[in-house]
T-cell receptor, first 113, second 109 residues
Framework: NAGVTQTPKFRVLKTGQSMTLLCAQDMNHEYMYWYRQDPGMGLRLIHY???????AKGEVPDGYNVSRLKKQNFLLGLESAAPSQTSVYFC????????????FGPGTRLLVL | GIQVEQSPPDLILQEGANSTLRCNFSDSVNNLQWFHQNPWGQLINLFYIPSGTKQNGRLSATTVATERYSLLYISSSQTTDSGVYFCAVDPGGSYIPTFGRGTSLIVHP
């Protein structure tokens, strides 16, 4: 049971480049989330999904797109990276319904030059 | 949206000391979680505690939902307790956690 995994672990981009971050979970969780963490800001929700084929915007969605074609995968895309998107990105998942624990991946560190 | 405030923002302890971390939230919640982010960045769930008290070894947590706060107690702290502690709440009717900004804890040997 690998839990929640994220690919890649670290990436450097130039301004304007695009990339996709992959999150995978093997716990059959319905809900999946993408957060970004910046110094002193805690975790802020970018996008989330409550099931295969559905996505919704979180607190800071601008500049990002997501897709959930398979239940176990949640992809985060940056179409045209900007230095403001330099951050650590965390994926999380949990079962549907109340009273459920959220499990996090190890994070992806992204530097946009 | 719901506001989540954690205090203190920073805490420095000597090994063996006890500490209390606080999480205040501005509205009713149907879930509350405490997380520990270790110095390598990994986020580990410590407690799911929308109300009442739970204990796990040297750590315990209490949530008083009617007064909109939760407390995390760390007893006999160890250097491995260092890191950032986050509180996350699901507002009533939502399953989208909102995180506080965390308490940064350093435990010196």
């Amino acid at each position: 049971n690998a839990g929640v995994t994220q690919t890649p672990k670290f990436r450097v981009l130039k301004t304007g480049q695009s990339m996709t971050l992959l999150c995978a979970q093997d716990m059959n969780h319905e809900y999946m989330y993408w957060y970004r963490q910046d110094p002193g800001m805690g975790l802020r929700l970018i996008h989330y999904s409550v099931g295969e084929g559905t996505t919704a915007k979180g607190e800071v969605p601008d500049g990002y797109n997501v897709s959930r074609l398979k239940k176990q995968n949640f992809l985060l895309g940056l179409e045209s990276a900007a230095p403001s998107q330099t951050s650590v990105y965390f994926c999380a998942s949990r079962l549907a319904g109340a009273a459920k624990t959220q499990y996090f991946g190890p994070g992806t560190r992204l530097l946009v030059l | 949206g719901i506001q989540v405030e954690q205090s203190p923002p920073d805490l420095i302890l000597q090994e063996g000391a006890n500490s209390t971390l606080r999480c205040n939230f501005s509205d009713s919640v149907n879930n509350l979680q405490w997380f520990h982010q270790n110095p390598w960045g990994q986020l580990i769930n410590l407690f799911y505690i929308p109300s009442g008290t739970k204990q796990n070894g040297r750590l315990s947590a209490t949530t008083v939902a009617t007064e909109r706060y939760s407390l995390l107690y760390i007893s006999s702290s160890q250097t491995t307790d260092s890191g950032v502690y986050f509180c996350a709440v699901d507002p009533g009717g939502s399953y989208i956690p909102t995180f506080g900004r965390g308490t940064s804890l350093i435990v010196h040997p």
